[in-house]
C-alpha cells in the first residue's frame, strides 16, 4: 500500500504560480511511477503529468507543456507539481496517483492521494 497526501493548493491570481506536493508513505516510492491528475467540476478527470520512478523520465500533457513541471525527490518520499503562468481553465481539484507503470491514463494508477484544490482567479 502508498499513502499519498497532497498540499500546496490555494487562490491564486491568473498569471501566478503554486507549487504542489505530494507525500508518499508506505512502500518505497522509487518504486512506482508518478502522476498528476485534475478534475474540474462538471468535467472528467484529465492528465497533468507523469514521472517514472527511477529514471525520472517525464512526460506531459500537451496543453501543459511549457508551464508545468513534474518532479521527484525520492530521498524525502515526495513529487512536486510546479505551475506556472496560471490561468482561470487551470482551476480544478488536483490530484496525485502512483502505479507500477508511467501512464497518462488514470485506471493505470493504483493509489490515489484525496486532491488538493486550485482556483485561479482572473
Known amino acids: 500500500q502508498v499513502q499519498l497526501v497532497e498540499s500546496g493548493g490555494g487562490l491564486v491570481q491568473a498569471g501566478g504560480s503554486l507549487r504542489l506536493s505530494c507525500a508518499a508513505s508506505?512502500?518505497?516510492?522509487?518504486?512506482?511511477?508518478m502522476g498528476w491528475f485534475r478534475q474540474a467540476p462538471g468535467k472528467e478527470r484529465e492528465f497533468v503529468a507523469a514521472?517514472?520512478?527511477?529514471?525520472?523520465?517525464?512526460y506531459y500533457a500537451d496543453s501543459m507543456k511549457g508551464r508545468f513541471t513534474i518532479s521527484r525527490d525520492n530521498a524525502k518520499n515526495t513529487g512536486y507539481l510546479q505551475m506556472n503562468s496560471l490561468q482561470p481553465e487551470d482551476t480544478a481539484v488536483y490530484y496525485c496517483?502512483?502505479?507500477?507503470?508511467?501512464?497518462?491514463?488514470?485506471?493505470?494508477?493504483?493509489?490515489w492521494g484525496q486532491g488538493t484544490q486550485v482556483t485561479v482567479s482572473s
Open positions: 496517483a502512483a502505479g507500477t507503470v508511467v501512464a497518462g491514463v488514470a485506471n493505470m494508477y493504483d493509489y
Open positions: 508506505g512502500r518505497a516510492f522509487s518504486n512506482y511511477a
Open positions: 514521472i517514472a520512478g527511477t529514471t525520472g523520465g517525464t
